[in-house]
């Protein structure tokens, strides 16, 4: 087991060095910085000034050493356009990120393992048809447009929820929706499969044989061995969400990481930029390495390997 964890805590710290090493080429890839922080009307005077003054005249490599020497002290300077630390700014924005994800994750469970537990205990019937179309239209459904759909709806048409902010916990209802029902196909898929194995499985047969209710054998037999992979992969997903929390938030004006991406970009403020993708990044590595430690307490056969 410990030669496992070594071997993926390996693989994870390689991963997040390459991106890091990413997010800081593509930035610098995409013109000159000390062009684009000055503005289209600065002079030659002025942008060779900026660029002495964020050490953009430096080699790449030595920026880059600099840039990720200071970020394993979570020291991203300063913000352009916001005039505050990178750090103040994603500690302000974090918590409605982080609760949008949480959120986001317990309503696609709360739908998806029911959806998948019915789907498995009535194969091939309307009701496993329709759990397998659901599933398969929230994943072919972007989720933008799902979300315009959730605001005319219930926001413009009904008016039971508000459109944009994030004030209150109705504000996260309809994001949330749109978000989870993005996790939730995956998530109802690998429940149904997990199903159809247990419930063949000689200790159901048992169960059944010795006069054990129906939801006794569903619920607490079948059910409880089935959810162990729908755990490692619900923090995985949990990781997709925080990642693909920019559209969402940026549909409804939620004051979080992604909304922060947004602006950040769109005002080519780099220093936040490169921040919240690493930040996101180390969230989704740490979260995919703690589900394969998980899949492989719970499965001899994954350590064997």
Do not use: C
Not at 197 to 203: C, E, F, I
Not at 235 to 264: H, K, Y
């Amino acid at each position: 087991m410990a030669k496992y964890v070594f071997h993926r805590l390996l693989v994870a710290l390689a991963v997040l060095f390459t991106v890091a090493l990413v997010s800081f080429s593509l930035l610098h890839l995409s013109g000159d910085l000390a062009a684009a922080i000055a503005g289209p009307e600065a002079t030659a005077e002025v942008i060779a000034q900026i660029r002495v003054r964020y050490g953009l005249d430096q080699p790449l490599a030595t920026q880059f050493g600099h840039w990720l020497w200071a970020a394993l002290h979570l020291d991203f300077g300063r913000s352009f356009y916001f005039e505050h630390t990178v750090m103040e700014l994603v500690g302000q924005r974090m918590p409605v990120t982080l609760k949008l994800g949480a959120v986001s994750l317990l309503l696609a469970l709360l739908v998806a393992i029911p959806l998948g537990v019915l789907a498995a205990v009535f194969r091939d019937s309307w009701v496993d048809r329709s759990a397998v179309m659901t599933a398969v239209l929230g994943q072919a459904m972007p989720n933008f447009w799902f979300a315009l759909l959730l605001i005319l709806i219930f926001a413009v048409g009904l008016k039971w929820l508000p459109v944009a902010g994030n004030a209150t916990w109705q504000h996260f209802v309809l994001p949330a929706i749109a978000l989870g029902y993005y996790a939730m196909p995956s998530l109802m898929r690998l429940t149904r499969s997990g199903m159809l194995d247990v419930l063949n499985a000689d200790y159901i047969r048992t169960a059944r044989a010795k006069g054990l209710s129906a939801f006794h054998v569903i619920v607490k037999h079948g059910l409880r061995n089935a959810i162990i992979p729908v755990v490692a992969l619900a923090m995985v997903e949990l990781g997709f969400m925080l990642g693909g929390s920019v559209v969402i938030e940026s549909v409804f004006a939620l004051q979080g990481l992604g909304q922060l991406a947004w602006d950040s970009i769109s005002r080519n403020d780099f220093p936040v930029v490169q921040a919240i993708v690493l930040i996101i990044a180390v969230f989704y590595i740490v979260l995919t390495f703690l589900a394969d430690v998980l899949n492989a307490a719970l499965d001899p056969r994954l350590r064997a390997r």
